[in-house]
């Protein structure tokens, strides 16, 4: 039988090609869209990590000049945007205050390649004092002030990157740690070693890992693991604190060559067997008090916890010098033995 004029038929390998064809145009499709969705994928992680590389490097880098970028919560959300994108700026911190302008003589050196100021007390021991995160010796008067004024010999560090002291860069403790190290060495008699922040995880790894000694440690707000206190900070611009606070925890430590995520100043506290006192605020929004608390609990030595109410990431002193002077000489008096003739025979008339 003939077909009819003007119908076509399609000879079955014909069709059988044009499937195969249709098949094949959907695989190629397919590979097509998962090689760009890869892609895509791939060039979002590399300009994250970019993002994140570049915030990390502004953070621990101190800028040469240009306005410190204000705390998040001061920040508008259009500003946080900026930030997010941009990193925040910190000039290199710099000296805002002598000794002479409270009433404090010392002298100022150079000790172990960092600048200190030293004023001499009355043969009660020496109290080291060490800064936070972008701040200076400065930043310690008043507190050196107290301290001195009960018979203890002050010395007031500035960190590398801070100050008098030369450099530009913060490891935020973890290279600090060996500064506070190499200091404690060279003093003899009570050493009692004080810590604001940074400088109080600086201190806990000293002791703990680098085998640092001293008879005390006074610690204001010490952050229990730095991706925490980053997460913090991630928290405070109304962000998640993960995955940002690991990211920035990474390439922070491989732009300064040491492991962020070993940054643990609540493990290096299971190593301090030296009577300590731990200061911190109530409404801390960078280190959480609950934080502090397990820094207390992994101590292996014994130790005192002092909350001051209403108070944030702060130096505490200026929060309630009152409870401050009435915590640390009270804690020094009863932790560390006094010699004989040494200090005020009464702390009445000390300034607050």
Not at 31 to 47: E, I, K, P, S
Request: overall charge negative; aromatic content about 8%; glycine content about 12%.
């Amino acid at each position: 039988m003939r077909p009819s004029a003007g119908r076509r038929v399609r000879a079955p390998g014909a069709e059988r090609a044009n499937c195969a064809y249709a098949r094949v145009e959907v695989l190629v499709d397919a590979r097509d869209r998962r090689h760009w969705a890869l892609t895509a994928v791939c060039t979002v992680f590399v300009l994250a990590n970019g993002v994140v590389a570049a915030h990390a490097w502004r953070f621990t880098h101190f800028a040469a000049d240009g306005m410190k970028t204000a705390n998040p919560e001061a920040l508008s959300w259009l500003q946080r945007i900026g930030v997010a994108f941009t990193g925040v700026v910190v000039p290199r911190p710099e000296l805002t205050r002598e000794p002479s302008a409270v009433g404090l003589e010392a002298v100022a050196s150079l000790d172990d390649g960092v600048s200190t100021w030293t004023a001499t007390g009355s043969g009660r021991g020496t109290v080291l004092l060490f800064h936070g995160y972008g701040a200076t010796r400065s930043d310690l008067l008043d507190e050196a002030v107290v301290l001195h004024g009960a018979g203890w010999t002050t010395v007031l560090v500035d960190f590398p990157g801070s100050g008098d002291s030369p450099g530009d860069v913060t490891t935020l403790g973890w290279a600090e740690a060996a500064v506070v190290a190499a200091l404690t060495t060279q003093r003899r008699g009570p050493v009692v070693l004080y810590g604001k922040s940074m400088g109080s995880a600086a201190v806990l790894r000293a002791m703990g890992s680098l085998g640092a000694h001293a008879d005390a440690l006074v610690l204001e707000n010490p952050y229990d693991r730095l991706v925490t206190t980053v997460g913090h900070r991630f928290e405070a611009m109304g962000l998640s604190a993960q995955p940002g606070a690991a990211l920035l925890t990474l390439w922070g430590g491989l732009s300064l060559g040491f492991n962020g995520f070993a940054m643990e100043p609540v493990e290096f506290a299971t190593g301090v067997d030296t009577p300590t006192l731990l200061l911190t605020g109530e409404a801390d929004p960078r280190v959480h008090l609950s934080e502090v608390a397990s820094i207390q609990k992994a101590l292996a030595g014994p130790s005192e916890l002092v909350v001051f109410p209403r108070a944030g990431h702060v130096g505490l002193f200026s929060a309630d010098a009152g409870l401050w002077r009435t915590s640390v000489l009270g804690f020094l008096d009863r932790e560390v033995p006094k010699i004989p003739g040494s200090g005020p025979e009464s702390h009445g008339h000390l300034p607050l």
